[in-house]
């Protein structure tokens, strides 16, 4: 954060020589106290930003390590396996029903012959 001009503090506590015909100050402290929650919030969000790329950096490094090692990768999703399973055994079910009775159906055929 080595480009950023101004804290809030520096904001609030700046101030500015009234001339002819300047602005009101009352809308530019206003507005000032407006961009100093902007940085607040701004700072609060990069502090958190950080926070989350460090834990991520660090699950990355893990799982690295953990698949160097020849280790298996944690999964953090619920594996649907036996749903797989269930779907090909039914699907192997089907195949069987149509292809077998097709084969049937051509077996008798070829006896008739």
């Given at each position: ?14 101030e ?24 607040e919030n ?11 790329n460090?834990r991520l ?10 698949v ?16 797989n ?29």
């Amino acid at each position: 954060m080595d480009n950023i001009n101004f804290t809030p503090k520096d904001i609030l506590q700046k101030e500015f020589k009234p001339k002819m015909r300047g602005y009101d100050p009352a809308d530019v402290d206003t507005f000032l106290d407006s961009v100093i929650k902007d940085y607040e919030n701004f700072g609060k969000e990069i502090e958190r930003m950080k926070n989350e790329n460090d834990r991520l950096t660090d699950k990355v490094d893990e799982l690295n390590k953990q698949v160097s090692a020849g280790g298996t990768v944690e999964e953090s999703a619920p594996v649907s396996g036996a749903t797989n399973v269930d779907v090909l055994k039914r699907l192997s079910n089907l195949e069987r029903r149509v292809f077998g009775a097709q084969l049937e159906d051509t077996d008798n055929s070829s006896h008739r012959i």
